[in-house]
Every structure is written in C-alpha cells, then in structure tokens.
Nanobody, 121 residues
Framework: QFEFVESGGGLVQPGESLRLSCAGS????????VGWFRQAPGKERTRISC????????YYRDPVKGRFTISRDIAKNTVDLQMDSLKPEDTAVYYC??????????????WGQGTQVTVSS
C-alpha cells in the first residue's frame, strides 16, 4: 500500500507560479517512476507529467510542456512539480501516483488527498 501527501497548492493569478510536492509516506519514491495527475471539476483525472525511476526521463502532457518541470528530491523523498506561467485552465486538484514499471506502464491505484490549485484573476 502506498500513501502520498501532496502539498503546495493554492490560489494564484494567471502568470504566477506554484511548486507542488509529492511526499511518499513509509516508502521511498526513488524506487518508482512517479506521475503527477490533475482532475478539474466535471472532468476525468489525467496524467500531466511523469519522471522515471532514475530521474533521467521525463514526460509532459502537451498543455503543460514548457511551463511545468518535474524533478526529484532524493533527500526529502519527494517528487516536485514546478508550475510556471499558470493559466486558468490549470485549475484542478493535483495528485501523484507511482508506476508499476516505467512511465509508459500502469500505476498502482493508490491516491492521496490531492492539493487544490486555483488560477484566477
């Protein structure tokens, strides 16, 4: 069983930045590929980014390419998502999850409480 704690969300204006953090509770995230997902009201949860187990491979969904950066902090046992140039359409609850293999595989179906990101003027 995997437990996650997502943090760093908040209310920001368009163009501003946030840094989200995904912490693993009771296990090391460094053993897994980790993905960030988001779910906007009335929409399905979708993957927006993923980082490989060794940190050398990253994936970004088209709407966030060039604006979001995923990274690992091994010492803190976190996977962070730096979000720049935020847009109103980035408003969603953000979640993280770990993969059974690499970023092209399936995830373990365990979810944290998520962190709310609201982009509004």
């Amino acid at each position: 069983q995997f437990e996650f704690v997502e943090s760093g969300g908040g209310l920001v204006q368009p163009g501003e930045s946030l840094r989200l953090s995904c912490a693993g509770s009771g296990f090391s995230l460094s053993y897994y590929a980790v993905g960030w997902f988001r779910q906007a009201p009335g929409k399905e949860r979708t993957r927006i980014s993923c980082i490989s187990r060794d940190g050398t491979g990253t994936y970004y969904r088209d709407p966030v390419k060039g604006r979001f950066t995923i990274s690992r902090d091994i010492a803190k046992n976190t996977v962070d998502l730096q979000m720049d140039s935020l847009k109103p359409e980035d408003t969603a609850v953000y979640y993280c999850a770990v993969y059974t293999g690499d970023c092209s595989g399936s995830i373990y179906d365990y979810w944290g409480q998520g962190t709310q990101v609201t982009v509004s003027s």
